[in-house]
């Protein structure tokens, strides 16, 4: 079946240095791929889509300057957190869609990311 | 709006039947997912319902009323590698990529 993969899974980084996450899609092309946040004890919170050769499309309340957001390939998206701060430690998951399947979305391996 | 509710938490014994609902109100919906989420772990996919009605597969089994917004994901034989949170998620839209939105997701426990 469809593979995730993303990188790194567990961070941790000194507050106001920038990290940088990797999500890619394995054996198939995802134009489309989501970034999602979850705090601990909470439910995944949509961040952004992020679209193959177009800018992302960030939810309401998230900063886009903050959480940059690079998808260059059909299997490759990135999510930069600049800046960070310790409010910003949190589990990172991305997920993807093959081309052409209009559901089913394959999740990563997550980063858990600590800002000290 | 996307308003989804499911219970905090379960607990059940290895190898009962357990019962997770989920309610929704949504202003689009399409269909309903069900993902297993462990500690720690990204969500796996466990279902998706678009048709009302029961959908078996193995152990677990998901339904779903359109009518009544609401869903339920029934796990057999409880084992004990089932203690997970299960998630709800509702699609708003049928084709392409639409958001997704979750629950808060349901801690369950299986104790021996």
């Known amino acids: 079946g469809a593979v995730v993969s993303q990188h790194p899974s567990r961070v941790i980084c000194k507050s106001g240095t920038s990290v940088k996450i990797e999500c890619r899609s394995l054996d198939f092309q995802a134009t489309t791929m989501f970034w999602y946040r979850q705090f601990p004890k909470q439910s995944l919170m949509l961040m952004a889509t992020s679209n193959e050769g177009s800018k992302a499309t960030y939810e309401q309340g998230v900063e886009k300057d903050k959480f940059l957001i690079n998808h260059a390939s059909l299997t490759l998206s990135t999510l930069t957190v600049t800046s960070a701060h310790p409010e910003d430690s949190s589990f990172y998951i991305c997920?993807?869609?093959?081309?052409?399947?209009?559901?089913?979305?394959?999740f990563g391996s997550g980063t858990r990311l600590t800002v000290v | 709006g996307q308003n989804i509710d499911q219970p905090t938490e379960m607990t059940a014994t290895e190898g009962a039947i357990v019962q997770i609902n989920c309610t929704y109100q949504t202003s689009g919906f399409n269909g309903l997912f069900w993902y297993q989420q462990h500690a720690g772990e990204a969500p796996t996919f466990l279902s998706y319902?678009?048709?009302?009605g029961l959908e078996e597969k193995g152990r677990f089994s998901s339904f779903l009323s359109r009518s009544k917004g609401y869903s339920y994901l029934l796990l057999k034989e409880l084992q004990m590698k089932d203690s997970a949170s299960y998630l709800c998620a509702v699609s708003p839209f049928s084709g392409g990529y639409q958001k997704v939105t979750f629950g808060t997701g349901t801690k369950l426990q299986v104790i021996p």
């Open positions: 319902n678009v048709l009302d």
């Open positions: 997920s993807a869609i093959m081309t052409g399947q209009a559901y089913g979305y394959t």
